[in-house]
């Protein structure tokens, strides 16, 4: 069983920065593969970027050049720094860790947290 908890999300305006962070703990030595998803209202929920155990990452074409992953292997931390936020970015971001080696499938979900980009 793994455990993600995420913590960072906020309200800001247009062109601003927000990071967020994503702790697991548990059988954490099971996670091949961690990232973010988000779902805005009224929307699917979709992949927003992932990163590997090897250090792989992919990201959604809507956010490349602006949202960057990283990891802190010491601390079991995942972090996804966004820059230059867009109000489209708003919606409910929800870590997600895979025991496969591709994100696609998510074993574990973190509780959400919300970003709001607003004016």
């Known amino acids: 069983q793994v455990q993600l908890v995420e913590s960072g999300g906020g309200l800001v305006q247009p062109g601003g920065s927000l990071r967020l962070s994503c702790a697991a703990s548990?059988?954490?030595?099971?996670?091949?593969?961690m990232g973010w998803y988000r779902q805005a209202p009224g929307r699917r929920r979709e992949l927003v970027v992932s990163?590997?155990?090897?250090?792989?990452?992919m990201y959604a074409d809507s956010v490349k050049g602006r949202f960057t992953i990283s990891r802190d292997n010491a601390k079991n931390t995942v972090y996804l720094q966004m820059n230059s936020l867009k109000p489209e970015d708003t919606a409910v971001y929800y870590c997600?860790?895979?025991?496969?080696?591709?994100?696609?499938?998510?074993?574990?979900w973190g509780q959400g947290t919300q970003v709001t980009v607003s004016s």
């Open positions: 997600a860790a895979s025991v496969a080696a591709l994100l696609a499938r998510v074993d574990y």
């Open positions: 548990g059988s954490i030595f099971s996670i091949n593969a």
């Open positions: 990163i590997t155990r090897g250090g792989s990452t």
